[in-house]
Structure formats: C-alpha cells, structure tokens
C-alpha cells in the first residue's frame, strides 16, 4: 500500500480523538539546524473534514486492533480497511510536513498489535528518532496504552510533551459492559503511576511530559447523565492532577452493536460539558451547585451552565464590580476568570462606571443584567425565558 493511501485511511480513523489540543507546553529547545516550531509562529493550519483546525499532525500508527470494544470503528470485527505505519514512514511524515509549513507537531495514537508492550514500543520510538535523529523540537503528543510497561510509558515520556491515557467511558460498569477487554483498575493505576513520574519530574527540574497528561471519555454512548460524567471528571482532576479532559460525542459506526444508542448525542450537550469543566476548574464551581442548576442530571442545552446557575441563584445577583469578592464576580454570566481580574485592577484606581467595564470584556450586555457600576443599576431580574432569549447563542460560540 502506498504512503498517501495509508495516511487518508490513518489520518481519517484518528478524526475520534480528540484530545490533541497542544496547549500546555513549555519551549523546548530545538538543536542548531533542528526541526520543529516552539513558538507556534508560521505555521499554518491543518483542517479537518468536518472543519475544526489543529496544527498537528494527527494520526494512528495503525487501526489494527486486538481488542473489540463495541463503541469503537476500529475494533477487531469491524470491516473497515486497515492499514499500518512503519516507525519511519511516521518519522517521514512529521518532518516532511513540518518542512512544509503544515503542522506544528504530532498527535500519534494506535490500535493494539501484537501486544500493548509492542505497540507503546513503536510509538516511543517514532518519538525517540524525531528528537534524537532529526533534531525535531515541536509538540509531540503520544496516546499511550495503559497494559503497557511502565518502563516503556517512562521511556515515552522523556520524549512526548504530553501522554495521555484514555479512561474511554465514565463509568467502570459501562467499561465492562462495551469493552470488556479493558480494564477501568489498570486505566486508573497507570494514569496514577504517570501522576507520579511527572511529579517527580517538576519537583526535580526534569524533562519528563512536561504539558502533563490527559484523557479521553466518550459522551453519548451510554446512560450516564452529565452530572455523573463531570463528577467522574473531577475526581480524575483530583487524584490525578490531570491538564484536561476531553469530551468526544459518541458517533454511530456501522454495524455497531445493539448495546449502543441508535442516535449521537447533540454536539450542544459535549459543549456545554465543556463549559461546566471550565467552571470547575476556573470559577470555583462544585459538582453540587452544577447539579441543582440542571434538570435530571443533565445540563440546560439552551443555555450555558453559569447562566443556569445564576438564574437558580438570583438573590446573590446583581455584584457591585467596584465591591464584589472575585469570587463572586467570577459567577456572573458573560464575565470571564481575564475580564474579573482586569475589573478588580482597575478598581484600586478608580470607581468603575459602566463604560469601564464594557472597556474591560466583550460581554457586557450579558453581564449588565448581573452588575452594579457607578452609573448602572439593572431593574430586576426578568423571569427565565425573557433572560434565555437574551443571551441564548449558538452553543458552539458561547464559552461562559
């Protein structure tokens, strides 16, 4: 088979991943006449069929697999064509397209061959000859196989910027029952184990997958309600000190099994869980107050989450942004964690009026509702629909 043959199958059956974000990465110096950008400046773009853009070069190694998890298209009695990278043909690749102003690293992920032990080999070897043979200083992101060696995931992890194993559905019981093969124990005691190496790594001022590690979960494809997911997401953040998870909406494969839901989920509801991430990681949010905001345990697809916490809460509302606590001004729909901490510099000098905060963020008209300036006093808060036809948008554009 040729390169350009296997690269339109393999490229194409990696487009399930998505946790290839590069962000994170410290600069990593690149060898006098090395490869590789470490500023992300020049490089253009590469886009997906369905129009989302990544810089990286995004690819399995094969979609071979031993395993026949019943969500996945390349599980072992699937039909679709298979097809399999050398370890030089991936080093080729990277470099050729890198050359050419195409990417600005690598996402490389794999099916199970032969053994997990195998596989992780082959990946940290593509890694290993970019950095050693070419120089190559870019991002490298490697999805790694959590019944592999943890000596071979260390190995890995001198050479990648970011690991990531994926914990593949939010619940151990769904686990069982859609890819028996997996086991949710092993997932979790590598990503455990990984936690550890990385930490020791900062603590002794040590290249060893700088950018952290991340993981995978699959929505849609089971029962599990989004309180549920976020809450497994949490605990993971906890234990693990994870830089993100990644949500993928579960997409319908041919011939799948009747254990599967005949429909994909709304791509609203992966982004409004996305949104509800960022306002446990960045806003101070817990679980609880996420779930009494949510009907049935499922987040409001009309509007984003902050705004169907603060209208659940509205006596805490309106926040005089020359007074309120950043905690506070940090709940306040249409403010962001940058726009807050802008607000509260300002205000040492200065009492703010409306015009200063509409200055400080893009999103004042979903926020004046909310606020109190200077010269700005919002009447009471309308009842829930006249507030969701206001600041109801698209959910691919709305962010918090």
Request: charged content about 25%; proline content about 5%; glycine content about 6%.
């Amino acid at each position: 088979m040729e390169l350009f043959d296997k690269l339109k199958i393999l490229a194409d059956a990696a487009k399930y991943d998505a946790s290839c974000a590069s962000s994170g990465a410290p600069k990593r110096a690149a060898a006098k006449g090395g490869l590789g950008s470490t500023t992300g400046a020049g490089i253009c773009h590469a886009y997906t069929p369905d129009g989302r853009c990544v810089s990286l070069l995004k690819i399995l190694l094969t979609n071979a697999c031993l395993f026949d998890c019943a969500y996945c298209i390349n599980r072992r009695s699937s039909n679709v064509r298979r097809a399999r990278f050398t370890v030089d043909e991936v080093v080729t690749l990277t470099t050729e397209f890198y050359k050419r102003n195409c990417i600005e690293g690598l996402f490389l992920s794999s099916g199970i061959i032969r053994s997990p032990d195998y596989t992780m080999e082959q990946m940290m070897l593509v890694a290993k000859r970019l950095r050693r043979d070419h120089g190559f200083a870019g991002y490298i992101h490697l999805k790694t196989i959590p019944e592999a060696s943890p000596w071979l995931i260390e190995q890995a992890g001198l050479w990648a910027d970011r690991l990531s194993i994926n914990v593949e559905l939010p619940t151990r019981a769904s686990l069982e029952r859609l890819a028996p093969e997996k086991n949710g124990a092993t997932i979790e005691t590598a990503m455990g184990q990984m936690h550890e190496r990385i930490s020791e790594a900062r603590a002794e001022k040590r290249r060893f997958s700088p950018a952290g590690q991340s993981t995978q979960v699959i929505v849609g494809a089971d029962e599990t309600t989004d309180t549920e997911l976020l809450a497994t997401s949490a605990s993971l953040y906890g234990r693990f000190k994870l830089s993100r998870v990644y949500y993928s909406a579960f997409s319908p494969i041919d011939h799948a099994s009747s254990l599967l839901p005949p429909k994909p989920p709304p791509l609203a509801r992966e982004h409004r869980l996305y949104q509800a991430d960022w306002l446990l990681r960045y806003y101070g949010f817990s679980i609880d107050e996420i779930a009494a905001s949510s009907a049935g345990g499922m987040l409001d697809l009309t509007i984003d989450p902050k705004l169907a916490w603060a209208l659940k809460n509205r006596g805490v509302f309106p926040v005089d942004v020359n007074t309120g606590p950043r905690e506070l001004l940090l709940r306040v729909p249409g403010l962001g964690a940058r726009a807050v901490d802008k607000i509260i510099a300002a205000r040492r000098h200065t009492r703010l009026s409306a015009a200063d905060v509409q200055r400080l963020t893009v999103s004042f008209k979903r926020a004046a509702p909310f606020l109190i300036a200077a010269d700005h006093r919002p009447v009471r808060l309308t009842d829930r629909a006249d507030l969701s036809r206001r600041f109801a948008r698209p959910a691919q554009l709305s962010l918090l």
